[in-house]
């Protein structure tokens, strides 16, 4: 950062409410940062020579004749290879007592990929755990929340994710994180040996929650370094992307405006867009994937933030916890990959998408059968056997502590179907059932 | 067009994309201006007057924009250019070429050409010296990827020209003066390619818009069979997300029977673009045995690129399919989706503060939607010729409740309503159309019945009828057994339900992924609802319930082999026969 040879430094404030801040300037560029009492604050309204500043820490003990300074520049990061096993706060400021990042200072929040400079994500990302790589695979360059309720393992899942993913970089974007989460995370890290390949930012539970608006940037403006300058497979995970937009949703009203669905700001949709279409893959190898959390209120999808999440990622994996098997299982009905019509039966074999369907299929017969049963209806041979299955399939296949590789998931599979349907019920192409079912 | 002496100002006030000017001399609503932030230019849309301040909405990020600076107003409105060359490009809301940006990332304030002014096209005249034109006549015609692109008087010219001049057959650029016209008061006007065209107004040279007619084929058996759209027809697709509406999009922009197809990606993902970029080149169109990108126009607005170029993005993508219908041409328009174009109006309308319509979008949501569907049809031209734009939308509901205020101002604009089911979609019976809920008004045109009945067959009308009754009555059966249980109803409500899953199986479902399922010529959708409807009209002897579910399974399991093979291929006629084995068996 150059030092300026001369700053001008106001001292009144005209307005202040919980958030932001009022004060008459001239020369000052919109979204530029400053400092208030040194409290860093961003310029989010001009009126005339009227600037209104936002303020990241809150407002807490600004005085009318706080020492206002502008930056003459948005906020920015310092990238360089340094970044990798680092923790920084939301700023971008080093929080492991480690030193300061010597490299190229960025902007964060840079602009869009040119959609025709983007590529085709083709590269299937390997779990392990069945319930994604066989009914909801995972590609690089793909954006993915968990939308889970807050009880659930979401971030031991995500954690296993990136661990097995075998990314050159992940980038861990916490907001709202309890620190028992961001101590879990450091371990898991660093028990897997995997902490030179981790960066982090971070804000807790204990930070100004207007702070969490830099994370997301700040990550993805490490990942962009990483995915485009060194080609490097960048995997970010931003956890927990509803207390971001509740931020939003804070910002938003201290500025009076008019709040749209669930009291969200109706820019909502562009706002998380920004963040998530960050996941890209770039024709020269580099990619940036991204897994969120979205944590609901009740398992109400309706909400504005999932519904407009859902909306903009590449799909949603549900964790359910499955009473028949005791585990918690990854949802097949209401878990979703959009992109994984892009590898499956290419990169794994040909007769993944149509087992796929079938044991879904099947599976959802089983749940009806489960509606009957405890409607007190009589169950037919088939409904006993769906029955049986389903339970198999949720203990060998769904279950989060599974983990095989693809052709074994679909050998599995295949056994189910044979030990318990005829082939006509499976229905799959006849060519297929030749060729896999196991008599 | 321009003005003199161009009317400027400077910025007074900056929230987000939404800046205000001070300015020193006329402007008009919707004028153009470009506001100067160091070495850049960014582009704005004048959206409300207030004595001296004009309220512009900018295109672009205002990041670092300081009170003070300068802007300059264009005298016009955002414009698209129209001429040869604009089918497979790719371009922003904006109309700025893609492809020709450098970088990989969007620059600020970089506009580009939309057009190629280098390449030389085979001009041949239609028109000759002496004859009498008006707007939107045909002076020649241009090969362009096979299509027969006319060259026409420019739109925005009034009054009727005598043809004054006439370039010979023979290639020119797209700058070239072609013609000169001379109108009544004997000025002339050079003419090239090129003509420019205000977005938000529609173009309107034509003779006459009548009602749609024409089947347009889209090879989607659940809307080809149940519920058909027509050639300049209007349409909807809303449905919650992970219901499949982007896959339905692209399959019918891959399929239908049209000479150009304009998608316009209005603040949906990247990726989704990138799948046609990536897989259009590549695709065959089954009738022309050509690419389906030389057919194609992109307009690629994405959700991460700036919301004020979206809601242009629309206009841009229902101008360019007004400038090929003029030409004659049959137009598919689709756009995914109308909710954020709705929603970029939402952000803007906040931003000025206006008083907020219900779900705070702005009052005249339902105004701005309906004018738009209405740019869409079926024309006949001045010369006796037809053109043709079919707008398909789709409409991501809140929450997926179909009553929010997008779904229900769409609902009175759109004459077909293919509602996406939360319920299909879970139990993955795509596509997800409902066939209960869904809609053609068309159906009900005596005009497309009586087209229905020549092109398609005399009692195809009395079919479809029948099908829609017996997926009617299938529901109806299994709520029953629901209630009551497998063996607290008769047998033949079994039956009933069955007939219906046969219909649903066979007909509804269908594999946008298999090669062969994908796609279902009319001929192919008619043989096989006949074949399906013969085994609805025969009765069967079952002894249990689970005879039928059983019996049934292996029926659907035939047609669906039937299905993902080769229309009468000795596969196809080897499942065939083995149905009707079958069916013999358990024949009464």
């Not at chain 1, 930012?201 to 370094?225: H, I, K, Q």
């Not at chain 2, 300081?66 to 040869?84: I, R």
């Not at chain 2, 024409?214 to 069979?225: A, I, N, P």
Request: hydrophobic content about 40%.
């Amino acid at each position: 950062m150059e030092s300026q040879a001369f700053q001008k430094v106001y001292t009144k404030l005209t307005n202040i409410t919980k958030a932001t801040v009022t004060l008459k300037a001239d020369g000052v560029g919109y979204d530029e940062i400053a400092s208030v009492n040194g409290k860093l604050a961003q310029v989010v309204k001009i009126t005339g020579d009227d600037i209104t500043l936002q303020i990241f820490e809150g407002t807490e003990g600004i005085p009318t004749n706080a020492e206002v300074s502008f930056l003459g520049k948005p906020p920015q990061l310092t990238v360089s290879d340094e970044l990798a096993g680092r923790f920084f706060n939301a700023y971008g400021a080093p929080i492991d007592g480690g030193p300061e990042i010597q490299g190229e200072v960025r902007d964060i929040g840079s602009p869009s990929v040119n959609p025709v400079r983007r590529k085709q994500p083709s590269n299937l990302i390997a779990t392990g755990i069945a319930g994604i790589d066989l009914n909801n695979t995972l590609v690089s360059g793909q954006k993915i929340p968990f939308f889970a309720d807050p009880d659930q393992p979401y971030n031991q899942v995500m954690a296993m994710v990136a661990l097995r993913a075998k990314a050159d970089k992940i980038i861990l974007g916490g907001m709202g994180l309890t620190n028992d989460d961001y101590l879990y995370f450091k371990n898991v890290f660093d028990n897997a040996g995997a902490l030179d390949r981790i960066i982090s930012f971070v804000n807790t539970t204990e930070n100004p929650p207007v702070e969490r608006l830099l994370v997301p940037d700040m990550a993805l403006t490490a990942a962009e370094y990483f995915a485009v300058d060194k080609n490097e497979s960048v995997l970010v995970l931003l956890t927990d992307m509803t207390l971001y937009a509740d931020a939003l949703s804070i910002v938003s009203n201290r500025m009076d405006q008019i709040p749209s669905k669930d009291s969200m700001p109706g820019s909502l949709y562009s706002d998380l867009a920004k963040i998530y279409e960050k996941a890209v893959q770039f024709p020269s190898g580099g990619s940036i994937t991204i897994i969120a959390v979205t944590t609901l209120s009740g398992g109400d999808i309706t909400h504005a933030i999932p519904d407009n999440t859902g909306y903009i990622t590449e799909g949603q994996l549900f964790l359910r916890r499955d009473s028949d098997i005791g585990k918690v299982i990854v949802d097949p009905f209401r878990s979703l990959s959009r992109l994984k019509q892009l590898v499956i039966g290419k990169q794994t074999r040909e007769d993944h998408p149509q087992v796929m369907n079938s044991a879904i299929r099947l599976y959802a017969d089983a749940a009806n059968a489960r509606t009957k049963l405890e409607n007190g209806f009589d169950l037919t041979d088939y409904d006993e056997r769906t029955l049986k299955f389903a339970r198999e399939y949720s203990d060998s296949i769904l279950a989060i502590d599974v983990n095989v590789g693809t052709d074994t998931m679909l050998d599995i599979t295949w056994d189910l179907f044979s030990k318990h349907f005829k082939k006509a019920e499976v229905a799959i192409r006849e060519s297929l059932v030749e060729k896999y079912w196991k008599s | 067009m321009e003005k003199e002496n161009k009317t400027t100002g400077k910025v007074v006030g900056i929230v987000s994309n939404l800046v205000m000017v001070e300015v020193n001399g006329p402007i008009a609503q919707n004028e153009i201006c470009y506001i100067s932030l160091e070495k850049e230019r960014l582009m704005a849309e004048v959206i409300k007057v207030v004595g001296k301040h004009a309220y512009v909405q900018v295109f672009e990020s205002t990041r670092g924009l300081k009170p003070g600076s300068v802007a300059e107003f264009q005298g016009h409105l955002l414009e698209v250019t129209l001429g040869p060359g604009i089918l497979s490009r790719n371009y922003d809301g904006l109309q700025n070429d893609l492809d020709k940006m450098e970088g990989i990332f969007l620059k600020r304030g970089e506009y580009t050409d939309p057009l190629n002014r280098e390449k030389k096209w085979e001009f041949k005249p239609i028109v000759k010296v002496g004859d009498e034109v008006q707007a939107g006549a045909w002076l020649g015609e241009v090969n362009e990827n096979d299509q027969p692109h006319k060259v026409m008087v420019p739109f925005k010219m009034k009054g009727t020209f005598k043809i004054k001049e006439i370039v010979s057959e023979g290639e020119y650029t797209v700058d070239h003066k072609i013609a000169v016209v001379t109108d009544d008061d004997g000025n002339d006007t050079d003419l090239t390619m090129v003509q420019k065209w205000p977005v938000k107004v529609a173009i309107g040279s034509y003779k006459e818009k009548p009602r749609p007619f024409k089947l347009l084929e889209t090879g989607v058996r659940c809307m080809d069979t149940l519920n058909p759209i027509t050639e300049g027809g209007t349409g909807f697709i809303p449905g919650p997300f992970g219901t499949g509406k982007t896959v339905l999009q692209h399959a019918i922009s891959k399929q239908a029977e049209a000479d150009i197809v304009i998608i316009a990606a209005c603040g949906e993902r990247a990726n989704e673009v990138v799948e046609i970029f990536t897989e259009f080149p590549e695709l065959e169109d089954p009738r022309t045995g050509k690419k389906l990108i030389e057919r194609t126009i992109i307009i690629a607005n994405t959700s991460n690129m700036p919301v004020a170029a979206r809601e242009a993005s629309v206009y841009t993508a229902m101008t360019i399919g007004e400038y090929y219908r003029a030409m004659g041409l049959k137009v598919l328009l689709m756009a995914d989706s109308t909710s954020r174009w709705a929603q970029a109006l939402r952000e803007m309308s906040n931003r000025l503060e206006e008083l907020p319509g219900p779900d705070a979008f702005p009052m005249d949501l339902s105004a701005v939607i309906s004018n738009f569907y209405s740019r869409a049809g079926f024309v006949y031209l001045n010369n006796g010729k037809t053109g043709s734009i079919t707008f398909i939308g789709t409409v991501s509901p809140a929450g997926g409740n179909l009553k929010e205020p997008v779904t229900e101002s769409t609902r009175k604009a759109a004459r077909c309503f293919y509602g996406l089911s939360q319920a299909r979609a879970d139990s993955k019976r795509y596509p997800a159309i409902d066939p209960i809920d869904s809609y053609s008004k068309y159906l009900e045109y005596p005009e497309v019945q009586e087209n229905l009945e020549t092109n398609v067959g005399d009692s195809w009308l009395k079919e479809v009828t029948k099908a829609k009754d017996v997926l009617l009555r299938g529901k109806e059966a299994m709520e029953q057994i629901n209630i009551l249980g497998d063996d607290g109803v008769p047998i033949s409500f079994h039956e009933t339900f069955w007939k219906s899953e046969l219909i649903d199986f066979v007909i509804l479902q269908q594999d946008a992924f298999d090669k062969i399922d994908a796609s279902t010529p009319m001929k192919r959708q008619q043989y096989m609802l006949s074949k399906v409807l013969d085994v609805v009209d025969s009765s069967f002897v079952f002894s249990h319930f689970e005879d039928v579910s059983s019996f049934f399974k292996e029926v659907i399991n035939e047609f669906k082999q039937m299905n993902y093979s080769e229309f009468e291929s000795d596969k196809f006629k080897q499942h065939e026969g083995a149905l009707n084995e079958l069916l013999k068996k358990q024949a009464n």
